[in-house]
């Protein structure tokens, strides 16, 4: 490998995505046994004459699997950063697809990390001038503890070379 690639290698990378306690077999677990409670339930209705019941509960039925394919559409949000010694990368891609690339002079670019006492970090930013790039907003709070320290030593590390 050249000089060159040998200083544009990077050293730092790092992808971000969303923690989801439930995965794709749990929820068609869920939805099975929601399934055969409201048959259940419905059968009950239907044999005492209070059929109309049926619908309105299965709404109920509709709705949770309605909230879980947004929740799961939302969990397809990833960023990605990479840092060399001569940049910084940010690749965010939201749930739309639609990738944002932001790229930084390491040596220019500050860390911003704001906390509440009770409830840790609440926001990560990449600045530079006047440009501001949040970083990892969907992440619970010690994921953004991790990556903020590991992260504010790598930045650090390329400084002080």
Sequence with gaps: MDEKNAIDAPFFKALLVPHRSLGPTGF????GGMVFIWLTIAAIFWSMGAWPIIG???LDVL????AFRVNYRAARVREEVSLSRTNLHIRKVPPSGRIEEHSFNPFW?????HRHAEIGITDMAVEMREKRVLIGSFLNPD????FAKAFGQALATVKAR
């Design 28 to 31: 068609y677990v869920l939805m």
């Design 56 to 58: 309105f509960f299965g």
């Design 63 to 66: 709705a949770l699997y309605i």
């Design 109 to 113: 670019t500050r860390f911003r990390v």
């Design 143 to 146: 994921d953004r503890e991790s």
